[in-house]
């Protein structure tokens, strides 16, 4: 009999007692071994003493692995296939995290993020961010903690699965989001992004002015050009009178984003000879032109209206692309089926900069390193996730518990969703991107 299975993985955490159902447990079903989940330490009921033996530290490392900085330094350089002890073999980072309900669209994300190289290397040391003060009552640390452990189990060398629960990441979820996502609903994954970015960003002790760990990985600045317009239904001698006025005169401000919102051209409805409805593309750099300072768009609110534009100042080392699929009204949710055509690798965003930002920023070509996708009807639908992983340069598509191999090409056909792009130090920083 495997020695694991002899472990009973029941938990009294407050006592052994004679009363304990640890004890009741123990005598009933005659399950000896216990494991204090909080000290780790393992117990034989009802004699109640400790079992301090070696063999037990493959359960400890599962349920706390740790890593040195020598072997956090060297996850990118290589692509030894670990073997967990449920005999499958597996590249860690590159784990499947189960669905328990209807959380695909938080484990794409969980996911996106446990592949950012500089952010997961952050977490997968605790004494990075366990000194961090709260206010008394806080509960959003709990995020931080729940996810370091997460990013810590997705890339342990001696899983005894190729997969990991997100169960307690995602019960921190609910908990600090105050259901706003659920284990059992269906979410938005940029609405969660969102959120989970901001919330981390705040629980590691970032403000608006001072920076976090997140934030030095994907925060960057943009400059906005605003002006108000006057109501369309006015006569046009009034239009002209009120354009003349100062709060209809453009303003610029700057601010910093974490994610860049990406706007697909409504979608046409052609039909081809076969009635099939055609599905629209677009080339990439046709919805990046909203960045390129020239370009205006109208933007509604419930009482005025505004034509804006767009240019970057500052490219975080990570960049974050949202494409806007589903929009919203009253009664239902719409999704745009286009296809956006993007290269994978070498794509070089200096013109959506200021002329002043173009001289200052050195490095401003990007490589893709996650793409998230959405399948399916808007309100339902499934998500899945292609991640490089860096040591061996290949991609693999993540849905769920299940990772396949996938060729770069094959990437740039599906209804992508979210996109985290790596910036290269170097000219000669060619992340390996095999076939790309």
């Known amino acids: 009999e495997d020695r694991r299975s002899r472990h009973c993985p029941y938990l009294d955490t407050i006592n052994r007692g004679l009363k ?6 123990s005598v009933q079903f005659t399950h000896h071994v216990f494991l204090n989940l909080h000290t780790l330490k393992f117990y034989c009921l009802p004699d109640n003493y400790e079992i301090i033996d070696s063999s037990l530290e493959d359960i400890t490392y599962v349920l706390k692995p740790t890593f040195t900085r020598q072997h956090i330094s060297g996850l990118d350089k290589q692509g030894k296939l670990y073997r967990a002890y449920d005999g499958t073999t597996y590249l860690p980072g590159i784990v499947g995290l189960n669905n328990i309900k209807a959380n695909d669209y938080a484990n794409v994300v969980l996911q996106a993020l ?20 709260r206010p008394p009552g806080d509960i959003m640390f709990l995020l931080v903690q729940r996810f370091g452990e997460l990013m810590r189990k997705l890339w342990n060398p001696r899983n005894f699965k190729a997969h990991v629960s997100p169960h307690e990441m995602l019960q921190a979820v609910v908990l600090c989001s105050k259901k706003n996502f659920q284990i ?13 970015m901001n919330a981390l960003h705040g ?31 006015l006569p046009p001698e009034e239009k002209v009178a009120l354009l003349l006025k100062e709060e209809y005169q453009e303003e610029m401000s700057d601010t910093t984003f974490l994610f860049l919102t990406l706007d697909l051209p409504t979608a046409p409805l052609y039909k081809d000879e076969k009635e099939q409805l055609i599905i629209p593309q ?50 239902f949710v719409e999704k745009n089926p286009t296809i956006v055509n993007f290269p994978i690798t070498n794509v ?12 200052t920023e050195k490095n401003t070509t990007y490589d893709l390193v996650a793409n998230v996708v959405h399948d399916g009807k808007p309100t339902e639908g499934a998500y899945r996730i292609h991640v490089l992983h860096h040591g061996t340069g290949k991609w693999y598509e993540l849905q769920d518990l299940q990772v396949t191999d996938i060729l770069p090409q094959m990437i740039t056909l599906s209804e992508a969703y979210i996109q985290i792009w790596k910036r290269r130090e170097s000219e000669d920083d060619t992340t390996n991107h095999t076939g790309a």
């Open 20 to 25: 304990s159902h640890a004890y009741t447990h």
């Open 114 to 133: 446990s592949n950012v190289p500089p952010l997961r290397n952050y977490f997968l040391e605790e004494e990075n961010y366990c000194g961090i003060r």
């Open 184 to 196: 059992t609903k269906q979410g938005d994954a940029v609405d969660f992004l969102s959120w989970f």
């Open 203 to 233: 629980a590691l002790g970032g403000t608006k002015k001072k920076p976090s760990s997140l934030t030095k990985v994907f925060q960057g600045s943009m400059r906005i050009f605003s002006k108000k317009l006057p109501h369309p239904d």
């Open 282 to 331: 677009v080339p990439l750099f046709n919805i990046l032109a909203k960045f390129n300072g020239n370009t205006e768009k109208e933007y509604k609110t419930y009482k005025e209206n505004f034509l804006k534009r767009f240019q970057l100042l500052k490219l975080p080392p990570y960049l974050i692309f949202c494409i806007k699929r589903f929009t919203k009204n009253n009664f």
């Open 348 to 359: 070089d965003l200096r013109e959506y900069l200021t002329e002043e930002a173009q001289v």
